[in-house]
């Protein structure tokens, strides 16, 4: 029968890409590991990992079993902290996913709320760079709650949150748009090279998809991987950036302008099946006190 300790040893090795790192952050020999990562494919009756000369690679028996072994080690984990949490041995902890944006712009007021009503419960992020890879976390049970883009073909519950509004970020000198009206029409800002978000991150492709519906491919004058960078860079003279309007700090010196089009996208929090009373509770926080229309 399959242990959990089976597939700690499977994720491990996996994570660490070898047998000897994996060994060496489990503090068990490598012969152990060896042994039992045997006695896992022996039990599913397959190999689950191609040794290399200096690597492993996941088989596709390997690659179809991971996501099951991941899940299986996040709900153990939420068993384990309920259990000592309905022993009043600890406090307890949320594994919260999400996207990068949000932990910046939409999350700080409502974990301030939660932190001050629930000093005891510890809340863990885990960030995602794109609402696929976000859903897939989900899906393969890392995390107690997902907070991102709703999910369109999402099957368990799901709660919208709000709208969040995204506006344009110009330098707040030397620009020559007219914005009496607090608006800019993208289309006037074609022959512009952007301040962009990096291939992969979700944001990317919401630019691009506002400016084509603007009639324009956006040029990119640089990429960021981070939220946070790209309206000062921006602000700076590099180029407009689109940016969700909740991340700009009080007080920010670059232009702000909204879209002529609005750009905006509906936020949602979801859950594999019908939520805990801590995960319930801080979904109602977010709904209650989260930066979204």
């Given at each position: 029968?399959?242990?959990?300790?089976?597939l700690?040893?499977?994720?491990?090795?996996?994570?660490?890409?070898?047998?000897?790192?994996?060994?060496?952050?489990?503090?068990?020999?490598?012969?152990?590991l060896?042994?039992?990562?045997?006695?896992?494919?022996?039990?599913?009756?397959g190999?689950?990992?191609?040794?290399?000369?200096?690597?492993?690679?996941?088989?596709?028996?390997?690659?179809?079993m991971?996501?099951h072994?991941r899940?299986?080690l996040?709900?153990?984990?939420?068993?384990?902290c309920?259990?000592?949490?309905?022993?009043?041995?600890?406090?307890?902890?949320?594994?919260?996913?999400t996207?990068?944006?949000?932990?910046?712009?939409v999350?700080?007021?409502?974990?301030?709320?939660?932190?001050?009503?629930?000093?005891?419960?510890?809340?863990r992020?885990?960030?995602?760079?794109?609402?696929?890879?976000?859903?897939?976390?989900?899906?393969?049970?890392?995390?107690?709650?997902?907070?991102?883009?709703c999910?369109?073909?999402?099957t368990?519950?799901?709660?919208?949150?709000?709208?969040?509004?995204?506006?344009?970020?110009?330098?707040?000198?030397?620009?020559?748009?007219?914005?009496?009206t607090?608006?800019?029409d993208?289309?006037t800002?074609?022959?512009?090279?952007?301040?962009?978000?990096?291939?992969?991150?979700g944001?990317?492709?919401?630019?691009?998809?506002?400016c084509?519906?603007?009639?324009?491919?956006?040029?990119?004058?640089?990429?960021?991987?981070?939220?946070?960078?790209?309206p000062?860079?921006?602000?700076?003279g590099?180029?407009?950036?689109?940016?969700?309007?909740?991340?700009?700090?009080?007080?920010?010196?670059?232009?702000?302008?909204?879209?002529?089009?609005p750009?905006?996208?509906?936020?949602?929090?979801?859950?594999?099946a019908?939520?805990?009373?801590?995960t319930?509770?801080?979904?109602?926080?977010l709904?209650?006190?989260?930066t979204?229309?």
């Open positions: 029968m399959t242990s959990l300790r089976q700690e040893y499977l994720v491990t090795v996996v994570d660490t890409g070898s047998f000897t790192r994996a060994a060496e952050q489990l503090h068990v020999t490598q012969p152990a060896s042994h039992q990562m045997r006695a896992l494919e022996r039990g599913l009756g190999p689950l990992l191609e040794r290399l000369p200096r690597a492993v690679r996941l088989t596709p028996m390997g690659r179809a991971l996501p072994a899940a299986a996040a709900d153990a984990e939420r068993a384990r309920a259990a000592r949490l309905a022993s009043g041995t600890t406090a307890g902890e949320l594994q919260v996913a996207v990068y944006s949000m932990s910046l712009g999350l700080p007021p409502a974990l301030r709320v939660w932190r001050r009503d629930r000093p005891g419960v510890d809340v992020l885990l960030e995602f760079r794109h609402a696929d890879e976000l859903r897939d976390a989900m899906a393969a049970g890392e995390a107690d709650v997902a907070l991102g883009p999910p369109a073909d999402w368990g519950p799901v709660r919208e949150l709000g709208t969040e509004e995204f506006v344009v970020v110009l330098p707040s000198d030397g620009a020559s748009e007219d914005d009496t607090g608006e800019v993208l289309a800002l074609a022959d512009c090279a952007w301040v962009h978000y990096a291939p992969g991150n944001l990317a492709e919401l630019v691009d998809a506002a084509a519906a603007a009639g324009f491919r956006p040029r990119a004058a640089v990429r960021t991987e981070q939220t946070a960078a790209a000062i860079l921006a602000a700076a590099l180029g407009p950036a689109l940016v969700p309007a909740n991340v700009l700090p009080v007080g920010f010196e670059g232009r702000v302008l909204r879209p002529g089009v750009v905006r996208r509906t936020l949602a929090a979801y859950t594999r019908a939520p805990d009373p801590l319930a509770a801080f979904i109602e926080t709904v209650e006190h989260a979204v229309s």
